[in-house]
Every structure is written in structure tokens, then in C-alpha cells.
């Protein structure tokens, strides 16, 4: 499932499994290898067979943190179980550029997370999906204008002014230049995007090749809310530059993916944001309401529950 390490210990790493097929994380085993509490997460293994491992992002001469590996417990199975979850501060992140199987282009995707409505912050950027490949595309000099990416964001930061409603943490999508809460009409605030607070939050970014959607409930109980489905963000109503950036012209519709995955930052290297990261997939492609509705109750099934 993930790979912990010990920089203290000469990089010394074991890979964390599952117990049992389709189960758990072997918190046991993480415990005994990490009993110094000195272990950083360095690699999350794709599940697919793609083998898309995100690990620390190091890009464009940034070198982002990794994640303490013993930081964050959490409860699942209704409270039988104890995992660990990822706790991220400013400056951790990860990445993988050389991906296989990622969308790119205006090719249509969807994208789910498990995150935390308790641990957030407006800085830019937690992430989590599809974005620019910094080998192929140095930040400095790449392109980096409006629909270069299309991930989840997760937090209250009001770019440029845009918002939902109330104070937030809102899901939301930053599809680069940008993130937003709604768009059409809706780009700059969307007063249908209500707060999501709880300990677990389920998220989704629906990516179409002529729109998009935003869900959002709670991990552990319910439905999800649609918290946006249309069109994409008007172009210049909240951006700098006019979408232009290194020579390159931006625009929302259609996008221009990259296929790169990250996780924690943004996709130009911007890592002040924090946030809790619990478990997460790309698919390729538009899931229905039906598929949606029973991702939601696979989530559920895990039984999310925090120590006291």
C-alpha cells in the first residue's frame, strides 16, 4: 500500500501491505519498523496495475517534504481497526510525472478523495489529481496557463476573489491559474457550494470534455451534494494575465492536461496549503450518478473514525 522510511537509518524501508486481500493496512508492521516515530511515507503504490506510485515531488530544483508516517492514527471498521492516515504540513508533496494511462488533452476523467473538513488552510495549494509534468515542462519556463491541469482542491482559499458559501473548506477544482468553487456563471462565487466540516469528507471532480462537476458529503454517513455541474470557469473573470503565462495561451474550454499526478501542492510547485489525505483515485472517462452513488457507499463501508 505505501513505503515507510527511515532517513536516519540509512534510508532503511519496508512497504506497509494490506493484511489480508482487499483489507486493511498492516499498521502492526508499520509500527514496528517505525518505533522511533522517524519514518517519513515515501512512496504510495498505485493500486491499478499502471503503477502510477506517486512519491516526493521534487521538481524544477523544489524539493517538497515527505509525510511523517506515524503522525496521523485513525479508527476504520466502525472503530475495530486502527490505521494511518497522511498528515500534510506546508512544504510536504508528491508527484509522479511518468505516468501511464492519465488522461491528457480535453479527454474526459473523474476523480475521488477522502480528505479531512477539520485540517485546511487558504494557502495554495492541497491538490489531488491531474497536472503539469515539470520533467517535460520546467516551471519556470513551462506552460502553466489556465486548463494545464484539472485536480480537486481542497480548502478555503478565495483566488482572486472566488468563493462558495459561507467560510468554507469547499471542494473545489484547480484547473490551474485558478480554483474554483463553480464556473459559468457561477465561476466567481457559487453560493450552492456549502462547507464540508467533518472529520471525513468524500470529494469528486467530475472532468467532461465540455464541463464539469463538483460532489462533496461526508465519509462516514449519507448521499453526496452537487456542489456544481456545468460549464467550465469563464476565462479572465479570475485570473491574472489573461491566461497567458511563458508564451503560452490558456483556456478552460477545451482543457490541456498534462497527465502528471500530484498530491499535497499545486501544480506550479505551490505547497503552503495543508490537509489530511486518506485514500484517493483517477479514472478515466464520466462516471455516472449510479457509479458515483456507490463509490460513496464503498467509502462509507470503511467505517472512518478518529482516536480520542
Same mark, same amino acid.
Given at each position: 500500500?505505501?513505503?515507510?522510511?527511515?532517513?536516519?537509518?540509512?534510508?532503511?524501508?519496508?512497504?506497509?501491505?494490506?493484511?489480508?486481500?482487499?483489507?486493511?493496512?498492516?499498521?502492526?508492521?508499520?509500527?514496528?519498523?517505525?518505533?522511533?516515530?522517524?519514518?517519513?511515507?515515501?512512496? =504510495?503504490?498505485?493500486?491499478?496495475?499502471?503503477?502510477?506510485?506517486?512519491?516526493?515531488? =521534487?521538481?524544477?530544483?523544489?524539493?517538497?517534504?515527505?509525510?511523517?508516517?506515524?503522525?496521523?492514527?485513525?479508527?476504520?471498521?466502525? /472503530?475495530?481497526?486502527?490505521?494511518?492516515?497522511? %498528515?500534510?504540513?506546508? !512544504?510536504?508533496?508528491?508527484?509522479?510525472?511518468?505516468?501511464?494511462?492519465?488522461?491528457?488533452?480535453?479527454?474526459?476523467?473523474? $476523480?475521488?478523495?477522502?480528505?479531512?473538513?477539520?485540517?485546511?488552510?487558504?494557502?495554495?495549494?492541497?491538490?489531488?489529481?491531474?497536472? &503539469?509534468?515539470?520533467?517535460?515542462?520546467?516551471? /519556470?519556463?513551462? @506552460?502553466?496557463?489556465? #486548463?494545464?491541469? &484539472?485536480?480537486?482542491?481542497?480548502?478555503?482559499?478565495? %483566488?482572486?476573489?472566488?468563493? /462558495?458559501? !459561507?467560510?468554507?473548506? %469547499?471542494?473545489?477544482?484547480?484547473?490551474?491559474?485558478?480554483?474554483?468553487? !463553480?464556473?459559468?456563471?457561477?465561476?466567481? $462565487?457559487?453560493?450552492?457550494?456549502?462547507?464540508?466540516?467533518?472529520?471525513?469528507?468524500?470529494?469528486?471532480?467530475?472532468?467532461?470534455?465540455?464541463?464539469?462537476?463538483?460532489?462533496?458529503?461526508?465519509?462516514?454517513?449519507?448521499?453526496?451534494?452537487?456542489?456544481?455541474? #456545468?460549464?467550465?470557469? $469563464?476565462?479572465?473573470?479570475?485570473?491574472?494575465?489573461?491566461?497567458? %503565462?511563458?508564451?503560452?495561451? !490558456?483556456?478552460?474550454?477545451?482543457?490541456?492536461?498534462? #497527465?502528471?499526478? $500530484?498530491?499535497?501542492?499545486?501544480? @506550479?510547485?505551490?505547497?503552503?496549503?495543508?490537509?489530511?489525505?486518506?485514500?484517493?483515485?483517477?479514472?478515466?472517462?464520466?462516471?455516472? @450518478?449510479?457509479?458515483?452513488?456507490?463509490?460513496?457507499?464503498? =467509502?462509507?463501508?470503511?467505517?472512518? #473514525?478518529?482516536?480520542?
Amino acid at each position: 500500500l505505501y513505503c515507510v522510511t527511515r532517513p536516519a537509518a540509512g534510508n532503511a524501508s519496508v512497504d506497509v501491505k494490506a493484511r489480508a486481500p482487499g483489507g486493511f493496512a498492516d499498521a502492526a508492521a508499520h509500527d514496528s519498523f517505525c518505533a522511533a516515530k522517524d519514518c517519513v511515507i515515501s512512496k =504510495i503504490y498505485d493500486q491499478s496495475p499502471r503503477g502510477n506510485h506517486l512519491v516526493q515531488r =521534487i521538481s524544477d530544483g523544489v524539493v517538497h517534504k515527505m509525510v511523517p508516517a506515524s503522525r496521523h492514527k485513525i479508527s476504520v471498521a466502525g /472503530g475495530a481497526e486502527q490505521v494511518y492516515g497522511m %498528515w500534510f504540513d506546508p !512544504g510536504h508533496g508528491y508527484h509522479q510525472d511518468m505516468t501511464s494511462g492519465i488522461v491528457k488533452g480535453n479527454d474526459p476523467e473523474s $476523480i475521488y478523495a477522502v480528505m479531512s473538513g477539520t485540517h485546511f488552510n487558504g494557502d495554495c495549494c492541497f491538490d489531488y489529481g491531474n497536472s &503539469e509534468n515539470t520533467t517535460a515542462q520546467p516551471v /519556470g519556463t513551462g @506552460d502553466y496557463a489556465c #486548463g494545464a491541469m &484539472e485536480a480537486i482542491y481542497f480548502g478555503n482559499a478565495h %483566488w482572486m476573489g472566488n468563493s /462558495g458559501a !459561507g467560510t468554507g473548506p %469547499w471542494v473545489g477544482a484547480d484547473f490551474e491559474s485558478g480554483m474554483y468553487f !463553480g464556473g459559468g456563471n457561477q465561476t466567481k $462565487i457559487n453560493p450552492l457550494n456549502t462547507p464540508l466540516t467533518s472529520d471525513f469528507v468524500s470529494l469528486h471532480v467530475k472532468g467532461r470534455t465540455d464541463g464539469f462537476a463538483l460532489k462533496g458529503g461526508d465519509a462516514t454517513k449519507g448521499t453526496w451534494k452537487t456542489m456544481y455541474d #456545468g460549464p467550465r470557469p $469563464i476565462k479572465g473573470v479570475s485570473n491574472p494575465n489573461g491566461c497567458h %503565462w511563458h508564451g503560452f495561451n !490558456g483556456t478552460y474550454q477545451p482543457m490541456r492536461k498534462q #497527465g502528471a499526478i $500530484i498530491l499535497g501542492t499545486g501544480g @506550479d510547485n505551490s505547497n503552503g496549503a495543508v490537509g489530511n489525505f486518506y485514500e484517493g483515485f483517477m479514472a478515466t472517462g464520466v462516471t455516472s @450518478d449510479a457509479t458515483d452513488a456507490k463509490i460513496q457507499e464503498n =467509502i462509507i463501508g470503511v467505517g472512518y #473514525g478518529t482516536l480520542h
